[in-house]
């Protein structure tokens, strides 16, 4: 990803699209990937944030929630950086954003009224997106859009509404459709939103505060690879003009890549990181790609996992017919082959913690084994069916990969876990 050249509006004379994007959710994800993938000279991009930011599931990170919204809020050059964990140790890029606001409870839809009535990129379009983990959490996204859809049906001057929900688990559709908020999308929003699937894809580790310019800003430390793509599908034709020049892509099988990126990205990272976490005995503090480079046992261990996850994955796309339009437009092979040799190569040269990566294995409480169930359906969701499939095929499990399965009962029986001293 290359960074864009600001949020600037278009000069007089020029033919340029321009848009709105509002953008909720100031942590690693959200500014390390989804605000700056929608860089670009025809972008107006405004962050909002929780006053009182909730624990999050996914770990701490050195800057606390309320230095960061201070340091975004009150940075007049509207900017913060990336550090980017290439190795060199001094890598950065800089991201634009014309506005940064909190938001409490009840006050988002005056808030979305007075971002839009300043801005003159609202009338090409409005994408909202959002990073802000649970459904639960997307009520203030919902009041923006009923704020947005109002001032769109009353005939103010608002271009065409969509959502993106920048999850893994979590959808725009399941937003505006689903039970975790139900009625709190008003008609109008129902009316006039178009909810937009995404892929998400990089490693964002860190945040942290920033002091070598002239004002001290906030920044966030990220792997070099960096995707966000969003579904090519009828009703979203307009985006492309409106993200041009960003470094935003489209895909038309964004459901089949979606769920590639589960099994190959994030099941295989579990599958290596638990065995790692294992063999460190319980290092909190260890770095992944360390942990790796320390053996060339660890090495081929990684590789092994790798290879049998893409092969799982491989027989997977073959056997079920719900893959048969991604099968037939795209080499499975190819495709597969360069996603797991980009995946392997990210876990090794990214400076990644076990403690983020493993964050949400946590020791239950007693009488309440509601974390580790929660973290085992999770991880069950992302190995199962590549582990079927190698098995149906082979007669056997993926040795390498169940490996890290028998390191799981190890650390749950041990008490090992990564917000438990280590033993």
């Given at each position: 990803?290359t960074?864009?050249?600001?949020n600037?509006?278009?000069?007089?004379?020029?033919?340029?699209?321009?848009?709105?994007?509002i953008?909720?959710g100031?942590?690693?994800l959200?500014?390390g990937?989804?605000v700056?993938?929608?860089?670009?000279?025809?972008t107006e991009?405004?962050?909002?944030?929780?006053?009182?930011?909730?624990?999050?599931?996914?770990?701490?990170?050195?800057?606390g929630?309320?230095?960061r919204?201070?340091l975004?809020?009150?940075?007049?050059?509207?900017?913060?950086?990336?550090?980017i964990?290439?190795?060199?140790?001094?890598?950065?890029?800089i991201?634009?954003?014309?506005?940064?606001?909190?938001?409490?409870?009840?006050?988002v839809?005056?808030?979305?009224?007075?971002?839009?009535?300043a801005?003159?990129?609202?009338?090409?379009?409005v994408?909202?997106t959002?990073?802000?983990?649970?459904?639960?959490?997307?009520?203030?996204?919902?009041a923006?859009?009923?704020?947005?859809?109002?001032?769109?049906?009353?005939?103010?001057?608002?271009?065409?509404?969509?959502?993106?929900?920048c999850?893994?688990?979590?959808?725009?559709?399941?937003v505006?459709h689903?039970?975790?908020?139900?009625?709190?999308?008003?008609?109008?929003?129902?009316?006039?939103?178009?909810?937009?699937?995404?892929?998400?894809d990089?490693?964002c580790?860190?945040?942290?505060?920033?002091a070598?310019?002239?004002?001290?800003?906030?920044?966030?430390?990220?792997?070099?690879?960096?995707?966000l793509?969003?579904?090519?599908?009828?009703?979203?034709?307009?985006l492309?003009?409106?993200?041009?020049?960003?470094a935003v892509?489209?895909?038309?099988?964004?459901?089949?890549?979606?769920?590639i990126?589960?099994?190959?990205?994030?099941?295989?990272h579990?599958?290596?990181?638990?065995?790692?976490?294992?063999?460190?005995?319980?290092?909190?503090?260890?770095?992944?790609?360390?942990?790796i480079?320390?053996?060339?046992?660890?090495?081929?261990?990684?590789?092994?996992?790798?290879?049998?996850m893409?092969?799982?994955?491989?027989?997977?796309?073959?056997?079920?017919?719900?893959?048969a339009?991604f099968?037939?437009?795209v080499?499975v092979?190819?495709y597969?082959?360069?996603?797991?040799?980009?995946?392997?190569?990210r876990?090794?040269?990214?400076?990644?913690?076990?403690?983020?990566?493993?964050?949400?294995?946590?020791a239950?409480?007693?009488?309440?084994?509601?974390?580790?169930?929660?973290?085992?359906?999770?991880?069950a969701?992302?190995?199962?069916?590549?582990?079927?499939?190698?098995?149906?095929?082979?007669?056997?499990l993926?040795?390498?990969?169940?490996?890290?399965?028998l390191?799981?009962?190890?650390?749950?029986?041990?008490?090992?876990?990564?917000?438990?001293?280590?033993?």
């Amino acid at each position: 990803m290359t960074p864009g050249t600001g949020n600037r509006r278009c000069r007089k004379g020029e033919d340029l699209l321009i848009m709105l994007h509002i953008h909720f959710g100031a942590g690693r994800l959200g500014l390390g990937l989804v605000v700056p993938a929608f860089q670009s000279p025809t972008t107006e991009s405004v962050v909002l944030n929780r006053a009182v930011s909730s624990a999050n599931a996914t770990g701490t990170t050195a800057l606390g929630p309320e230095r960061r919204n201070a340091l975004l809020r009150d940075n007049p050059d509207r900017t913060y950086r990336l550090r980017i964990l290439d190795g060199s140790g001094a890598r950065y890029e800089i991201v634009a954003y014309a506005g940064f606001h909190t938001y409490g409870s009840g006050d988002v839809e005056l808030l979305t009224r007075r971002i839009a009535g300043a801005s003159t990129a609202k009338a090409r379009g409005v994408v909202v997106t959002a990073s802000v983990l649970k459904p639960e959490n997307y009520a203030a996204v919902l009041a923006c859009l009923n704020a947005l859809a109002t001032m769109r049906e009353a005939g103010e001057p608002v271009g065409p509404l969509f959502l993106v929900a920048c999850e893994n688990t979590v959808s725009a559709q399941d937003v505006l459709h689903g039970p975790a908020l139900p009625g709190q999308a008003s008609a109008a929003a129902l009316r006039q939103v178009i909810p937009v699937a995404a892929l998400v894809d990089r490693i964002c580790v860190g945040l942290e505060e920033d002091a070598s310019g002239p004002h001290p800003t906030v920044a966030v430390q990220v792997e070099p690879y960096a995707s966000l793509k969003l579904a090519q599908e009828p009703g979203t034709e307009i985006l492309p003009d409106l993200c041009a020049g960003s470094a935003v892509g489209f895909s038309r099988h964004l459901e089949v890549e979606k769920q590639i990126k589960g099994w190959l990205l994030n099941g295989t990272h579990w599958l290596i990181a638990l065995r790692a976490f294992q063999a460190s005995g319980g290092d909190r503090d260890m770095k992944l790609n360390e942990f790796i480079a320390t053996s060339a046992e660890q090495r081929r261990h990684a590789a092994a996992v790798m290879d049998e996850m893409r092969e799982g994955v491989a027989l997977l796309l073959r056997r079920d017919p719900a893959y048969a339009d991604f099968v037939r437009d795209v080499d499975v092979d190819g495709y597969l082959a360069g996603a797991a040799a980009a995946i392997l190569g990210r876990f090794v040269a990214t400076e990644d913690p076990i403690s983020r990566i493993l964050a949400r294995f946590q020791a239950p409480e007693p009488g309440d084994p509601s974390t580790l169930e929660a973290f085992s359906r999770r991880f069950a969701g992302r190995i199962n069916e590549p582990f079927d499939a190698y098995e149906a095929q082979n007669g056997t499990l993926p040795p390498a990969a169940s490996r890290s399965l028998l390191s799981l009962l190890h650390l749950v029986e041990t008490g090992t876990f990564i917000d438990a001293p280590a033993g």
